[in-house]
């Protein structure tokens, strides 16, 4: 579907054919994870005589976790017309749309998948 938006891109701008230059992916994914937003704490004790012993305990709670980021790709088109250097190994943008090249192209493509 790569080839499909550089097809697609190529005969919009007004040019018949294209040459990949180049793709590039980033994988800007990351797993946030916010902090508590309570906290409770329990506690008990004894009295034996002058001393006394307790324990306490601090339970916290609230805290989230969530993915942000994107996956990106990026890729480099030349486009190309009649007479321009290279025009001979370029990929015909209609060709690679296929038959029902104009609805693509009227419609565009919305994902590289």
Do not use: H
Request: proline fraction near 4%.
């Amino acid at each position: 579907m790569a080839n499909q938006m550089a097809a697609v891109a190529t005969i919009k701008a007004g040019y018949e054919r294209f040459v990949v230059g180049g793709f590039g992916t980033m994988n800007n994914t990351r797993v946030v994870s916010t902090g508590p937003s309570y906290a409770t704490t329990t506690g008990t004790f004894n009295r034996f005589g002058n001393s006394v012993y307790g324990t306490a305990n601090t339970t916290y709670g609230g805290s989230n976790t969530f993915v942000a980021g994107s996956n990106e790709a990026e890729m480099q088109i030349t486009m190309l017309n009649p007479g321009d250097p290279g025009y001979e190994q370029g990929i015909d943008a209609r060709t690679a749309l296929g038959p029902d090249w104009q609805k693509k192209v009227d419609d565009g493509i919305n994902n590289c998948f």
